[in-house]
């Protein structure tokens, strides 16, 4: 199996180099009389698209989304959405020096184990290029949940909680600081802190890795399945399956194994409205692979980027031990970008899931609870 398609009712395949002339998607399952319009994607990309401050990389890409198919007078109609982003600003001539070269941390050596091929322009397939149609999928998903969850009152968001090994203040969380800082970072004096330190490592031509938290809030109970369904199974493998991902945790996550049975236990009672709540979320919102209703939490760690300016041992195609030097345009911390990426892998596991839900259950969710309750 090639394995560039995810999800199971609403599912997306990606295709596309990061030197190729375009990357591009095809959205499959989405209902029909859906309205969708180039902006509600591009809005999402723009967040996610390169060379927007110093502290990413200064490939300067528009990322401008073109829908080619399944949409018709502004609506879709139930048939396969085709996106299409052109590359503009690709520089192949940064990589020729190191062709014959294993990147250390890059899948170089692995492709090529594998395919006995590979593209060496940053990285082909597995460059994180390839996230850009996750993000525009992405968008399509969330016109889904907006559309197929009562009220439509559901956000999907996520944050930067970690650069290097540098936290944030909890305390301190509000969400209206994410888009006003170049971290997305909930934490207006940590992302002061970050500034200085991301300066520091991008001069030393180095890199440093990240935590994002994505929160999903305004979800009925009952969406996922037992066993091998689990909605938790599936955010997990999505989030994994974003580039340089090399840990996922749900709720309380590993923390969860230092907490007592007491401690660990979200209590429940009964609100004023007459339904349950639960007095906390260690659970990150997921019991039995199944939505409680409660705010979705799940985070994941980025490693450093791989592409950096000091001298690396490796080994050529030929076995030469040799040294590398990556040069070319590369984020310090490949971390910032994927918050975008992390929402738009969030909504297309819960659209999956709606869907996946009507085709067995058929009957209506139970009440969605309002946001932060």
Known sequence: MSSNTFGQLFRF??????HGP???CVVDGCPPRIPLAEADIQHHLDRRKPGQSKYTTQRRE???VEIQSGVFEGMTTGTPISLVIRNVDQRSKDYSD???KFRPG???YTYDMKY???DYRGGGRSSARETAMRVAAGAVARKVLETGIEGGAISIRAALVQ???HGIDRGNWNWDTVDANPFFCPDARAAERWADYLDGVRKAGSSCGAVIEVVAEGLPPGLGAPIYGKLDTDIAAAMMSINAVKGVEIGAGFEAAALSGEENADEIRIGNDGHPIFRSNKAGGILGGISTGQPVVARFAVKPTSSILKPRETVTRDGEETEIVTKGRHDPCVGIRAVPVG??????VLADHLMRHRAQCGAPLPPTPPLGA
């Open 116 to 118: 006995g091929i590979r």
């Open 62 to 64: 528009p990322d401008t």
């Open 98 to 100: 190191i062709a014959p």
């Open 163 to 165: 650069m290097g090994p």
């Open 106 to 108: 890059h899948a170089d």
């Open 22 to 24: 375009a990357i591009g």
């Open 13 to 18: 395949t990606t295709w596309g180099e990061s």
């Open 343 to 348: 929402e738009a892998m969030m909504a297309l």
